[in-house]
């Protein structure tokens, strides 16, 4: 079974830092890809930056980057320069493929992130 | 805009009764998924359909079912609906069904359903 990990409920940051948000995860699954999705108190999802389990850069999507370990099963997500605009829940989620031929996003229980003047 | 569109945006509706959600995928898209998020059980994959036919499945009641539709649409139909099922549902689209490359999953704004 799949299984995202994100441990910290909530963090603060200053405008202008740079924050980590951590993710690990768990799979047997060789073929994987791992998303950053944002949640703002309005409720939509917003894709945010993609790893695949065979990329051996990290992505990066303008201040976003995927810090990726793959030996550790951590992809955390680095946002740079915050913005009153990045305060906002945030998930980790894995895909992996089904029987099938489908494919599903498991995910973590996410990191309300606050970025304070 | 992500370009997934879902009807309704709210629904309050009482228990034992039925609902229909639905959902448009982003034009170009042949693959819908369901998720449903609550307080309880956070994030959960629903299912899948990919052109018609269902793809992959998860933790998804058997009080609920989904279809897609030859033009593409979906609906997902809940019902002998609990307090429980209060929840977002959430309608996401992909290009393909499966793990190839990118093949992002777009999210539409969701339904709050509410039951009383």
């Known amino acids: 079974a799949q299984k995202i990990t994100q441990t910290q409920p909530g963090m603060f940051v200053q405008e202008k830092e740079a924050v980590t948000l951590d993710c690990t995860y768990d799979?047997?699954?060789?073929?994987?890809?791992l998303f950053w999705y944002k949640q703002p108190s309005s409720g939509e999802m917003i894709f945010l930056i993609y790893q695949g389990s065979y990329d051996e850069q990290n992505a990066t999507e303008g201040r976003y980057s995927l810090n990726f370990q793959k030996a550790r099963k951590s992809a955390n997500l680095v946002i740079s320069a915050s913005q009153l605009g990045d305060s906002a829940m945030y998930f980790c989620?894995?895909?992996?493929?089904?029987?099938?031929?489908?494919?599903?996003?498991?995910f973590g229980t996410g990191t309300q992130l606050k970025v304070e003047l | 805009d992500s370009g997934v569109t879902q009807t309704p945006k709210h629904l309050i509706t009482a228990t034992g009764q039925r609902v229909t959600l639905r959902c448009s995928p982003r034009?170009?898209?042949?693959?819908v998924y369901w998720y449903q998020q609550s307080l309880d059980q956070g994030l959960q994959f629903l299912i899948q359909y990919y052109n018609g036919e269902e793809r992959a499945k998860g933790n998804i009641l058997e009080r609920f079912s989904a279809q897609q539709f030859p033009d593409l649409h979906s609906e997902l139909n809940l019902s002998s609906l609990e307090l429980g099922d209060s929840a977002l549902y959430f309608c996401?689209?992909?290009?393909?069904?499966?793990?190839?490359?990118?093949?992002?999953?777009?999210f539409g704004p969701g339904t709050r359903l509410t039951v009383l």
């Open positions: 996401a689209s992909s290009v393909s069904p499966g793990t190839g490359g990118y093949n992002e999953q777009f």
């Open positions: 034009s170009g898209d042949l693959s």
């Open positions: 799979t047997s699954d060789q073929s994987y890809g």
């Open positions: 989620a894995m895909r992996v493929g089904t029987t099938g031929g489908g494919n599903k996003l498991t």
